[in-house]
T-cell receptor, first 114, second 114 residues
Framework: DVKVTQSSRYLVKRTGEKVFLECVQD?????MFWYRQDPGLGLRLIYF???????EKGDIPEGYSVSREKKERFSLILESASTNQTSMYLC?????????????FGDGTRLSIL | AQKVTQAQTEISVVEKEDVTLDCVYE???????LFWYKQPPSGELVFLIR??????QNEISGRYSWNFQKSTSSFNFTITASQVVDSAVYFC???????????FGIGTKLQVIP
């Protein structure tokens, strides 16, 4: 089974801090994704990556950046955290970039910015 | 632009009742894929089923069944004889085009009452 591991289940940070959310997958998947999940809004794509060092903006990239230095690891960075970035963050991976591939998700990180 | 509508935000049923979760989608692509995911309270989204736009056959897997109708742009999910373990948020999703860009609905929260 595919395992997508997010480094923290719960995280509390302060406004203005630089925040790193880490995600690792163990199945040599090409694609990795970062979403945020908010009540009434569903899942919204922040960034995705289709290869090492490659990234594409999703629907809501403002205030975020990403890093993919190794195939198995995809990091989400909040450059200067703000309270409106309090949310559940979900990482996912898929075998290839083809549209028919299901995504495999981690358990999520519930991030609170105070 | 793609769109997925899950009009039912929350549903409560008594155990052993049947329940149908609605999903309506919009896309201009002729080739696309539809998915259902389950998110239990633990947080991890779990892939349930994928259907491509050329396959309108209904699918049954145990107590779960899916009805795909292109004429009404719907991909509904029915749980027969619901159980408490079915309590979760269920997401319908649509994928098409090049690099995998998935549009999720806002989710339907199902509560099965014992």
């Amino acid at each position: 089974d595919v395992k997508v591991t997010q480094s923290s289940r719960y995280l509390v940070k302060r406004t203005g801090e630089k925040v790193f959310l880490e995600c690792v997958q163990d199945m040599d998947h090409e694609n990795m994704f970062w979403y945020r999940q908010d009540p009434g809004l569903g899942l919204r794509l922040i960034y995705f990556s289709y290869d090492v060092k490659m990234k594409e903006k999703g629907d809501i990239p403002e205030g975020y950046s990403v890093s993919r230095e190794k195939k198995e690891r995809f990091s989400l960075i909040l450059e200067s955290a703000s309270t409106n970035q309090t949310s559940m963050y979900l990482c996912a991976s898929s075998f290839t970039g083809r549209s028919n591939q299901p995504q495999h998700f981690g358990d999520g990180t519930r991030l609170s910015i105070l | 632009a793609q769109k997925v509508t899950q009009a039912q935000t929350e549903i409560s049923v008594v155990e052993k009742e049947d329940v149908t979760l609605d999903c309506v989608y919009e896309t201009r692509d002729t080739t696309y894929y539809l998915f259902w995911y389950k998110q239990p309270p633990s947080g991890e989204l779990v892939f349930l089923i994928r259907r491509n736009s050329f396959d309108e056959q209904n699918e049954i897997s145990g107590r779960y069944s899916w009805n795909f109708q292109k004429s009404t742009s719907s991909f509904n999910f029915t749980i027969t004889a619901s159980q408490v373990v079915d309590s979760a948020v269920y997401f319908c999703a649509l994928s098409s085009g090049g690099y995998q860009k998935v549009t999720f609905g806002i989710g339907t929260k199902l509560q099965v009452i014992p």
